[in-house]
């Protein structure tokens, strides 16, 4: 791979990287709240620090720079001379968005918000000044260099009091007295390698000096006795010098002196010929500085850390053994298992004509197939399923800012994050599940002084919960508030229209009204919600993964928003139905009952709709050879099946010749190669291979108003 | 001047880019992505040179340096840790742990081929 | 169907096309090789709703739901009985949405040519039951005329233009 090719994919490890540590830096942080542990704040440290000298290593500058300065805050909360305040905490939050978006922009190849970094950098110094750290060095400044060379800055460099060696020809050069101590060696600090450094900065001349080398009896081959002179030609800075002999500072006893050439009698007195020790003033640093932290244990992390570890790539990741795949290899390995589930269906019926030997050897292949493809479809299926901490995680962070900023006392309450489900279902229940918890917070929880005016505890509780149940995965947003408030709403809704003056209606249909269109009973719209465009948006999104939505409360106590989601995108249980020669699929979700319709129970309505009195209401019959434009068996109702389905909260009679089976079905898309048609969710392949058309069910309340009713939504 | 190099960091960026330098300059690399890991391959394995990070999960670079010179095998072995330009006790650590020297982050892969030069 | 085509068959070169030519009513039609995924016999489609004449329905093609064109009907041709040649041609067409893999119902599938670019002329503005937005060129091989047909639009069109249009 090209250079450029190879930085280009380093980069992109970069930045992964990058964002999975501000996610461990986040969580970390709001951990940090409770309780302000070492471990937790070393944790946050190496996060930032990796990625200031990952950042500064790959030039990117400008991320480099600011999460020093965060950085340095870290440090000193880690050993101690900083105290962990909420205001700390909160000015470290909104550095990590403040990087976040940084590496964002720089990942995109945009242009960063310098606006608001500077303004981030700003408050970050300033908290810095308030309280100097008293750390051995001063945080964020360049080396002080105490050890690096032999003479502090100030000292002047000794002039050599005696004549300049023969070997300096007259020219400037140097003579270095080199006494190294006798464990210097035993950190593979080879002298000669030195040597061999100094002689690219100019001609050298090395003197050995033995004597001070013990008999070879008492002789350990890895203490240096040996002390040398070297005299080194040339016009060269000391800085240079010093350089070679940088690690072996404070193993080595050295000194420096120079001579400018060419006559020049040394003005100075000669400062002690005799080496001068340098004990490294960086010798007593060391004792004082903070001792290297003790290897940390395996603390599990907060399940933010967890998610954030648990993808980590092949190069020998912390966990069990993972790897990323990409989506479009598992979504073929999909196809492919959806294939030999058509083709085993196949050969099962194949097996009905046969003789009676080859049948018993045919069904028995076949019974060992049909197991073996059921398992390996439910193995592929699992690869796509994740838990769903991926997308509960962004609530704590979430409910923290929230709550500070509505001045509210909240308690996040999180259960089953373990739960699993479809990688693209989790992608899309995200947002709606954001909706949802900020009006828990916004709307349903009352300010302290109200809560505790009702008797409630001034925290109030969310809960966010998930299980499986029957095939389905469940989630719960809860909360302890007010309630939902029947007279309002159904006020709300009459003023509106969407509900008319008279009509009566149970609790539970008043509280699903705040899934309509347009519906907010907010009287003030703050930015957090109440412009009312959130509730149906919500429903929709998850009727459009499949699901359904409701919610219950008791006012006064709360709310419970229950979701029902199928556990994958992919397939669905169906319902197969048969009208004249064409097959359809209808979600199994979806349907209430199936009842065989009785004529007299059929109403016409002006506009050309059709009401069924089902028990106590009437719905809309749909029918479906006249929605598709097919040939049915008949046209009467009482002939056929009647199929009641819920959609957006209303129910449907939906008019097909005969029930089939029930079967779970792979869902395909029309759009791929032709495109979508209203009233078609999508398209799947039957057992015998043919294909059949998937009922699009909220599809069918549009359509349907649109053909009969004008546009205008029927009332309930 | 081949020979094979133990890379310790727990930042695959970084182990990436130090694996791609070395291995263009011909020496094997073997990653670690932190102390107990890069021990365990010590321990049953033979290396030419450490380079470590120190700031790493499970085990630091300081502590990984002073358990490898505790190991005979490894007693002259050359050892490098990476550390920040401002982080002098860090590096006196280092030393005093038994690093040969030490490398300043950042640093462009010239610079990484030159320090690994000196001692290898 | 036994003529000796090797003689007249240029080299496959930078200069020239290789097509597959098909036979629709009277005329001959040509399809550019490279959008040709396969050929395979007639079966019964999936019907849509409300879409529009010439669209047949869906089949299941190894697993992918592909849309069939009746052809005949899309060029406004009589319809005839589907019989035993009656073939389906599988195309796969560059679309806004990435690739597009289409059947297109045709009486007879006849003869893979090369035709040097340079022999390709432009159709005339009227004559043909096909709209000339759908034809690159004509060419003569063989005294035969070929026409050649812009897959791409012609198919993309087809599923696009909304219910009812007519070539």
């Known amino acids: 791979m090209s250079l450029d090719l190879e930085m280009e994919e380093i980069h992109k490890i970069f930045f992964e990287e990058s964002f999975e540590g501000l996610d461990v830096m986040e969580s970390s942080l709001l951990n940090l709240d409770v309780n302000a542990d070492r471990e937790t704040i070393a944790r946050i440290f190496r996060a930032a620090h990796s990625i200031k000298g990952g950042a500064a290593t790959f030039g990117f500058m400008e991320v480099s720079n600011f999460t020093h300065g965060v950085e340095t805050l870290l440090d000193e909360m880690r050993n101690g001379t900083r105290p962990v305040t909420p205001d700390a905490i909160q000015l470290l939050l909104q550095s990590v968005d403040g990087l976040r978006e940084m590496v964002k922009a720089v990942q995109a190849k945009q242009p960063i918000d310098a606006q608001r970094i500077a303004l981030l950098a700003d408050e970050i110094a300033q908290l810095l000044a308030r309280h100097p750290g008293k750390a051995a060095e001063p945080p964020a400044v360049a080396a002080p260099a105490p050890a690096a060379s032999a003479a502090a800055a100030p000292e002047p460099v000794a002039e050599g009091a005696n004549a300049a060696p023969e070997f300096l020809a007259g020219g400037p050069g140097w003579v270095i007295d080199f006494q190294p101590h006798r464990d210097m060696l035993k950190t593979n600090n080879e002298p000669l390698r030195m040597f061999a450094e100094l002689e690219r900065l100019g001609a050298l001349n090395v003197i050995a000096d033995a004597s001070a080398v013990p008999a070879l009896a008492e002789l350990q081959p890895d203490a240096c006795h040996l002390r040398w002179r070297l005299e080194l030609a040339g016009a060269i800075e000391k800085r240079a010098i010093e350089e070679v002999f940088d690690w072996v500072d404070a193993n080595c006893s050295i000194s420096y002196q120079h001579y400018a050439g060419t006559g020049a009698a040394p003005a100075a007195p000669p400062v002690a010929a005799a ?97 073996n493809t059921r398992e390996l479809q439910e193995s592929v299926m699992q690869i796509r399923m994740l838990p769903i901490s991926f997308a509960f995680n962004r609530f704590p962070r979430l409910v923290h800012d929230l709550s500070r900023k509505l001045g509210k006392k909240v308690e996040l309450k999180l259960s089953g994050e373990g739960t699993e489900l479809d990688k693209t279902v989790l992608e899309k229940i995200s947002d709606p599940l954001v909706h949802l918890v900020r009006n828990a917070l916004d709307h349903g929880l009352e300010k302290p002084e109200a809560r505790v005016a009702a008797g409630k505890p001034e925290t109030g509780t969310i809960e966010l919960a998930a299980f499986h149940e029957g095939g389905n995965i469940i989630i719960e947003v809860k909360d302890d508030g007010g309630g939902l408030n029947r007279a309002k709403i159904l006020k709300r809704a009459r003023e509106r229209g969407l509900v008319a003056d008279d009509a009566e209606l149970s609790d539970d249909q008043i509280h699903n009204l705040i899934f309509a269109a347009g519906f907010s009973t907010a009287d003030t719209i703050s930015d957090v919600s109440g412009r009312g465009v959130g509730m149906d948006v919500v429903r929709r999104n998850i009727q459009d993964l499949g699901g359904v939505v409701q919610i219950s409360s008791t006012e006064g106590a709360g709310s419970t928003i229950r979701i029902r989601l199928p556990l994958t995108l992919a397939i669905l249980d169906g319902q197969l139905v048969r009208v004249g020669a064409h097959t359809y699929v209808i979600s199994l979700v979806a349907i209430v009952e199936t009842i065989q319709a009785q004529k007299d129970r059929l109403n016409a309505v002006p506009g050309g709709a059709e009401l069924f009195r089902l028990r106590d209401e009437y719905i809309p019959v749909v029918r479906l050879y006249e929605m598709f434009g097919v040939e049915p068996d008949s046209r009467a109702i009482e002939d056929g099946l009647l199929v009641v389905v819920e959609a957006e909260g209303r129910r449907f009679g939906v008019l097909v010749d005969d029930l089939l089976a029930q079967q779970q079905v792979v869902i395909k898309t029309l759009e791929t190669n032709y495109r979508q048609v209203a009233g078609v969710a999508g398209a799947t392949i039957l057992g015998d291979g043919t294909v059949a058309l998937i009922v699009d069910v909220p599809g069918l309340v549009q359509v349907f108003n649109e053909s009969f009713t004008g546009g205008q939504t029927l009332a309930a | 001047m081949a020979g094979v190099i133990l890379a310790v960091d727990d930042s695959a960026s970084m182990r990436q880019m130090v694996n791609f330098t070395l291995k263009g300059a011909g020496y094997d690399v073997v990653q670690a992505v932190d102390g107990v890991e890069a021990l365990e391959y010590a321990r049953k394995n033979s290396v030419d040179l450490v380079l470590t990070d120190v700031n790493m999960p499970r085990m630091d670079g300081i502590t990984l340096v002073k358990e490898l010179r505790a190991l005979p095998a490894y007693r002259y072995t050359p050892m490098l840790v990476l550390t920040t330009e401002s982080s002098q006790d860090k590096k006196m650590q280092g030393k005093q742990a038994g690093a040969t020297g030490w490398i300043v982050k950042p640093f462009n892969p010239d610079q990484l081929l030159a320090t690994i030069a000196r001692v290898l | 169907m036994s003529t000796n085509i090797s003689d007249k068959r240029l080299e496959a070169a930078e200069d020239a096309g290789q097509y597959l030519t098909f036979q629709l009513g009277r005329e001959e039609y040509a399809v550019d090789i490279l959008r040709v995924q396969e050929i395979k016999g007639w079966e019964r489609a999936t019907r849509i709703p409300h879409a529009p004449d010439y669209v047949l329905g869906v089949i299941n093609l190894r697993g992918a739901i592909v849309p069939i064109i009746e052809l005949r009907k899309r060029f406004a041709l009589e319809s005839i009985d589907f019989g035993p040649t009656t073939v389906v041609i599988v195309v796969k067409v560059a679309s806004p949405r990435g690739e597009r893999t289409v059947g297109m119902v045709v009486d007879a599938v006849c003869e893979v040519y090369n035709v040097a670019h340079a022999d390709v002329k432009a159709p005339p503005e009227v004559g043909s039951s096909v709209d000339t937005a759908f034809v690159k060129g004509l060419a003569t091989v063989e005294s035969k005329m070929l026409i050649l047909l812009d897959i791409d639009r012609l198919i993309n069109a087809s599923i696009l233009d909304g219910i009812g249009a007519a070539a």
Do not use: W, Y
């Open chain 1, 275 to 371: 080496p001068v020790a340098v004990e490294a003033a960086a010798a007593p640093a060391a004792a004082t500085a903070v001792s290297a932290p003790p290897p940390e244990a395996v603390a599990v992390p907060a399940a933010g850390a967890a998610a954030a570890a648990a993808p980590k790539g092949a190069s020998g990741g912390g966990d069990a053994g993972s790897i990323r795949v990409s989506t479009t290899k598992v979504d073929h390995l999909i196809n492919l298992v959806g294939e030999l589930v058509i083709t085993q269906s196949m050969l099962s019926r194949f097996a009905d004509g046969c003789s009676p030997a080859e049948l018993e050897k045919l069904r028995e292949g076949l019974t060992q197939l049909t197991r």
